[in-house]
Nanobody, 117 residues
């Protein structure tokens, strides 16, 4: 069982930055998680993968955020981060943390990010 809790969302002006955090709670070691990702869903749109990081710290990004967002993990703190720079209004969405553990997906409750123009 994996529990995920996102934080760090909020309202920011275009060009600004935010850092999202995803705190992981589980009985087993976080090293057992195959991969973790950040997804986002804007109103009327499908949920999309923004960034992911594997157990071996290999990262990947959606084309729309490459060069602006950075995903990282702190295993000692059982936390995954998403640093978002140069934010654009189109980045506005609910951001969800995801964990792939033992072939099962776990989700957090989401955190709202709103970027004003």
């Amino acid at each position: 069982q994996v529990q995920l809790r996102e934080s760090g969302g909020g309202l920011v002006q275009a060009g600004g930055s935010l850092r999202l955090s995803c705190a992981v709670s589980m009985q087993e070691s976080i090293f057992g998680i195959n991969a973790m990702g950040w997804y986002r869903q804007a109103p009327g749109k499908q949920r999309e993968l923004v960034a992911s990081i594997t157990r071996s710290d290999s990262t990947s990004y959606a084309d729309s955020v490459k060069g602006r967002f950075t995903i990282s993990r702190d295993n000692a703190k059982s936390t995954v981060y998403l640093q978002m720079n140069t934010l654009k209004p189109e980045d506005s969405a609910v951001y969800y943390c995801n964990a792939d553990f033992h072939l099962r997906d776990y989700w957090g409750q989401g955190t709202q990010v709103t970027v004003s123009s």
